[in-house]
């Protein structure tokens, strides 16, 4: 066996960092591989691969048509995409796009126990279809503008907010309703610990933006069958959408808090202002006993009482909504508390969505979009949620008509 380079040393350091699997096995993995690979020499990402199967006990390696087994004899793409799965766990399945000589490749595949299978799809020269216009996707789907905050609105990325759109359904299109859409180079709050982002909802600024890096993973992952591939950043988007559909009251709520805290804060500084002023004058009265200047001080309490009092009021408006704003985004929406029940985050079919509620939700919904197959392979039951009257009826706010789930 030839030794690794360093490089590839560190990727077998990396892949063993991945993280835990559900205890029942299955789950899909979400997190973008390394790109290091796909530059490898032959005989390095032949090393790297028996090595790191050696190292995960797994013992067949198999074409899911062919049957054949004979890890050397595997297409240089399907080596790196069982390199990829390998720096798993069991039970998890990886869907890859491998981009050689010009053209990409899909592969996916599983980990069954001490058994890797993999499927290869047939090579595609392009990632994205062709879009429409900003005007007739905002027509369409009834959200806001495209804006350029950074980086350029052009045919893929317009085809990939199109695509993860197009998946949602009139109800869930609600959440999304007005919404603008910006295009940036990268994340300009740096809230990503771990990888680097793809697209985000940004409630504080009610808007969902959509970054270089992720036209860059759209060449290692997709979603969907073999025979349709999705772009990675289409679910990336839709977990977004996701977020947007499932905090829609919140995000209602936050721009009543919004209001009343600007109401508040409007008075409050009329307030100060005026009670400084008094209490120079006041303090010029106290020296000079000017009876002009008493009488004005006079007529002016009343004024500032009044203040005060609608300071009170603008409080006990402003209040309420700032605590259900805080209790909505600390213990989950109705949406994502509701699949929580049926699905305990810690259990979300991926490695992100075990981190929160929200990020659960996020994620299922987007495999339940783009790819029901794994989602219901990785939480079996799920997608039939999804369908079911009770997300329907969450989705509709209280008192309005019901939509198409």
């Given at each position: 066996?030839?030794?690794?380079?360093?490089?590839?040393?560190?990727?077998?350091?990396?892949?063993?960092?991945?993280?835990?699997?559900?205890?029942?096995?299955?789950?899909?993995?979400?997190?973008d591989?390394?790109?290091?690979?796909?530059?490898?020499?032959?005989?390095?990402?032949?090393?790297?691969?028996?090595?790191?199967?050696?190292?995960?006990?797994?013992?067949?390696?198999?074409?899911?048509?062919?049957?054949?087994?004979?890890?050397?004899?595997?297409?240089?793409?399907?080596?790196?995409?069982?390199?990829?799965?390998?720096?798993?766990?069991?039970?998890?399945?990886?869907?890859?796009?491998?981009?050689?000589?010009?053209?990409?490749?899909?592969?996916?595949t599983?980990?069954?126990?001490?058994?890797?299978?993999?499927?290869?799809?047939?090579?595609?020269?392009?990632?994205?279809?062709?879009?429409?216009?900003?005007?007739?996707?905002?027509?369409?789907?009834?959200?806001?503008?495209?804006?350029?905050?950074?980086?350029?609105?052009?045919?893929?990325s317009?085809?990939?907010?199109?695509?993860?759109?197009?998946?949602?359904?009139?109800?869930?299109?609600?959440?999304?309703?007005?919404?603008?859409?910006?295009?940036?180079?990268?994340?300009?709050?740096?809230?990503?610990v771990?990888?680097?982002?793809?697209?985000?909802?940004?409630?504080?600024?009610?808007?969902?933006?959509?970054y270089?890096?992720?036209?860059?993973?759209?060449?290692?992952?997709?979603?969907?069958?073999?025979?349709?591939?999705?772009?990675?950043?289409?679910?990336?988007?839709?977990?977004?959408?996701?977020?947007?559909?499932?905090?829609?009251?919140?995000?209602?709520?936050?721009?009543?808090?919004?209001?009343?805290?600007?109401?508040?804060?409007?008075?409050?500084?009329?307030?100060i202002?005026?009670?400084?002023?008094?209490?120079?004058?006041?303090a010029?009265?106290?020296?000079?006993?000017?009876?002009?200047?008493?009488?004005?001080?006079?007529?002016?309490?009343?004024?500032?009482?009044?203040?005060?009092?609608?300071?009170?009021?603008?409080?006990k408006?402003?209040?309420?909504?700032?605590?259900?704003?805080?209790?909505?985004?600390?213990?989950?929406?109705?949406?994502?508390r509701?699949?929580?029940a049926?699905?305990?985050?810690k259990?979300?079919?991926?490695?992100?969505?075990?981190?929160?509620?929200?990020?659960?939700?996020?994620?299922?919904?987007?495999?339940?979009?783009?790819?029901?197959?794994?989602?219901?392979?990785?939480?079996?039951?799920?997608?039939?949620?999804?369908?079911?009257?009770?997300?329907?009826?969450?989705?509709?706010?209280?008192?309005?008509?019901?939509?198409?789930?």
């Open positions: 066996m030839n030794r690794l380079s360093t490089a590839a040393a560190a990727l077998v350091l990396t892949l063993l960092a991945a993280g835990p699997a559900r205890a029942d096995g299955a789950y899909f993995e979400g997190n591989p390394n790109p290091a690979p796909l530059k490898y020499s032959e005989d390095v990402l032949l090393a790297t691969l028996t090595q790191q199967l050696a190292r995960q006990k797994v013992a067949t390696v198999k074409n899911l048509v062919t049957g054949a087994t004979d890890v050397a004899k595997l297409s240089r793409a399907e080596k790196v995409a069982v390199l990829y799965l390998a720096g798993s766990k069991p039970g998890a399945e990886f869907n890859l796009m491998i981009e050689e000589n010009g053209q990409y490749l899909p592969v996916k599983w980990w069954d126990g001490d058994t890797i299978t993999f499927k290869t799809g047939a090579p595609r020269k392009a990632l994205y279809g062709k879009a429409s216009s900003k005007e007739e996707i905002q027509k369409k789907y009834g959200i806001g503008p495209f804006v350029d905050s950074g980086a350029r609105w052009d045919n893929d317009l085809f990939i907010v199109e695509t993860a759109l197009a998946t949602l359904s009139p109800a869930e299109l609600e959440g999304v309703a007005g919404l603008p859409f910006h295009r940036m180079v990268k994340d300009p709050s740096n809230k990503v771990v990888g680097v982002a793809i697209a985000m909802y940004v409630p504080e600024k009610s808007q969902i933006e959509l270089d890096f992720g036209i860059d993973a759209d060449k290692r992952r997709f979603l969907g069958p073999l025979e349709k591939p999705v772009p990675t950043s289409v679910a990336s988007v839709v977990h977004e959408c996701g977020h947007a559909i499932s905090r829609k009251g919140t995000r209602d709520t936050r721009l009543k808090a919004v209001e009343a805290k600007k109401e508040y804060d409007e008075i409050n500084a009329r307030l202002a005026g009670k400084k002023t008094y209490d120079e004058d006041k010029t009265y106290a020296r000079t006993k000017d009876a002009a200047l008493g009488k004005a001080l006079s007529e002016r309490v009343p004024a500032l009482k009044q203040l005060i009092a609608d300071l009170a009021v603008a409080k408006r402003f209040e309420p909504l700032a605590a259900q704003m805080t209790a909505d985004e600390s213990k989950g929406s109705g949406l994502e509701a699949l929580d049926k699905l305990p985050f259990s979300s079919p991926t490695i992100y969505g075990r981190t929160s509620l929200a990020e659960s939700f996020a994620e299922c919904l987007s495999l339940h979009k783009l790819d029901r197959a794994a989602l219901d392979r990785a939480a079996p039951g799920i997608s039939a949620w999804f369908e079911s009257p009770e997300y329907a009826a969450l989705l509709q706010p209280a008192g309005s008509a019901p939509l198409q789930p």
